[in-house]
């Protein structure tokens, strides 16, 4: 991979990128310069216009632009990501990030229809710029800590409008969707652990079964920070449609959550045969096992 890039103040900005991966992993640092900022329409499919030229000595040819992008990890490092950054990256699905990550350009996400997942390296509790990156994507998507102890939420699609009272030409700004609040649980650049679950009761009102599982199930799974009453809620809703719950595990091969489910006593005949109509016999062997019974301890007074 070669990167073409700029100095700025004591760090880097790399303008575009070039290799034969359509998944790259920015490096650290350039020339001994922390790479700080992505410049504008870096992976954007567009024309080269900022007036730089190739690395003389670069073997890459292949620009890691638009549709070849599919996902790309960014250094830990960074600060800034300019606009339009993955402007028309129509195949970009996962974004790895920083805790650093301070400030965001316009339409940085514009037509990423594919993209699915921030994976942020940070602990749960530490402050990072998720708030933004959220900010940027109004669709369905989920978001992973990796530091210990690790988290995993997910925040729904919403939609927004201006309408036009004519006569007065006032505009009503108006917000259709759950997963805006969601987006608003942060204190400071940390997540609201506890505001984001009580985001769930008002979101069983409209939002879909599917998507009421991936928050209850991502929850459950990594509980940081989770509450009783939270936890109580979470089960009680996977509980109430394990058909939701099962096919939404069956179709991710996710085995930790269909221990998690079979954990909370939810019915798993048909979750088994529809594992087996999938092709997962890995799921269905987990479903089918009988529990082990514990082995019977003896005293002097059995002998």
């Known amino acids: 991979m070669t990167v073409v890039w700029q100095p700025c103040g ?3 900005r790399i303008l575009r990128v070039l ?3 359509p998944c790259p992993v920015l490096p650290r ?3 001994g310069r922390p790479v700080t900022e992505l410049g504008p329409y870096c992976f954007a499919a567009r024309p080269v216009t900022q007036g730089f030229r190739w ?3 670069s073997q890459e040819t292949h620009e890691v632009t638009g549709d070849f992008l599919e996902e790309v990890v960014l250094p830990d490092t960074l600060r800034v990501l300019h606009s339009a950054v993955f402007y028309n990256c129509h195949r970009l699905r996962r974004v790895e990030v920083g805790p650093l990550l301070e400030s ?5 996400f514009t037509n990423c229809r594919s993209l699915q997942t921030f994976v942020l390296h940070a602990a749960p509790d530490e402050d990072t710029g998720l708030k933004k990156l959220l900010g940027a994507v109004s669709a369905d998507v989920a978001v992973e800590f990796t530091g210990a102890p690790g988290a995993r939420l997910f925040y729904p699609e919403y939609f927004e409008w201006l309408d036009e009272n004519t006569p007065a030409h006032i505009f009503n700004h108006s917000i259709e969707g759950e997963g805006y609040r969601m987006r608003q ?3 400071g650049g940390a997540v609201d652990f506890s505001a984001y679950d009580a985001t769930f009761a008002q979101a069983c009102v409209g939002e879909a079964q599917e998507k009421l599982c991936r928050m209850a199930l991502g929850r459950l799974l990594y509980p940081f920070a989770l509450s009783a009453q939270a936890r109580t809620d979470y089960e009680a809703y996977l509980a109430a449609h394990p058909d939701a719950a099962f096919s ?4 991710g091969r996710d085995e930790a959550a269909l221990r998690l489910l079979t954990g909370l006593g939810l019915p798993v005949r048909e979750a088994a045969s529809q594992c087996a109509r999938a092709g997962w016999s890995a799921g269905a062997t987990i479903l089918l096992a009988k529990p082990r019974r514990a082995a019977k301890q003896y005293d002097f007074d059995d002998l």
Not at 104 to 108: A, I, K, P, Q, T
Not at 248 to 251: E, Y
């Open 248 to 251: 939404l595990t069956i179709a």
């Open 104 to 108: 965001l350009g316009s339409d940085l």
């Open 55 to 57: 690395p003389a000595d």
């Open 29 to 31: 640092e350039v020339a």
């Open 185 to 187: 649980c942060f204190a």
């Open 10 to 12: 004591a760090g880097a």
């Open 19 to 21: 290799g034969d991966s």
